[in-house]
């Protein structure tokens, strides 16, 4: 494994979002039921239109500035302690490799800017009190917007297997750990063969 900093643009930015959707209610109703000759109950949904609002801090939305690296696998070693930062110093990097953004800032605010308005939608859905929703409409704008520059430290270790490139990463405060693996895929077809075999 290499120790290095990896670069991240750090965003934050709140978000006024206001909601409008159709929103349905189950209702439990008597009726007969000529067939069975007999009264029954069933649910049924009653739908009206429903109008709220929803004030959506996001505070160090993290967006990788580095293009090579396979961003799933890095968004499993998260969260980084954040709270930790310090301000930037060259004796820090003493001993270890620092890779510069690949990733620009409004590339990267585009990105950001986008999961932050997914946030906002979710938190629209989880402020509507059932899950019967339907012509679910939302605006959101972005507020405080600010950005950060900042290294974090990643262990990262590539390796080959019959020629495919596979990634192991380690959270360098935590030790999280996560990666890729090899599938034999032989092994795994006469596995499957093995069970339907009589």
């Not at 900042?150 to 596979?166: D, G, N, Q, S």
């Not at 380690?170 to 006469?190: C, E, S």
């Amino acid at each position: 494994f290499s120790g290095g900093y990896l670069p991240f643009w750090c965003f934050s930015a709140r978000l006024p979002s206001q909601w409008k959707a159709e929103v349905g209610y189950e209702h439990t109703e008597r009726y007969y039921d000529a067939g069975s000759k007999s009264w029954k109950t069933r649910t049924v949904i009653r739908w009206r239109w429903e109008t709220g609002q929803v004030e959506l801090p996001v505070t160090d939305l993290l967006v990788s500035g580095a293009a090579h690296i396979n961003q799933r696998i890095l968004g499993k070693i998260q969260p980084f302690h954040l709270q930790e930062l310090f301000d930037y110093s060259p004796d820090y990097l003493a001993g270890w490799q620092a890779q510069a953004y690949e990733v620009p800032l409004q590339d990267a605010w585009e990105t950001g800017r986008a999961a932050m308005r997914e946030q906002a939608r979710q938190a629209c859905l989880d402020d509507i009190p059932t899950h019967h929703v339907r012509n679910f409409s939302m605006s959101a704008e972005l507020d405080d917007e600010s950005w950060r520059y900042i290294l974090l430290p990643v262990f990262l270790h590539t390796y080959r297997f019959e020629e495919k490139a596979f990634q192991v990463m380690i959270n360098g405060q935590t030790g999280t750990i996560a990666g890729q693996k090899p599938v034999d895929w032989k092994k795994v077809w006469l596995a499957i063969l093995a069970m339907f075999a009589p």
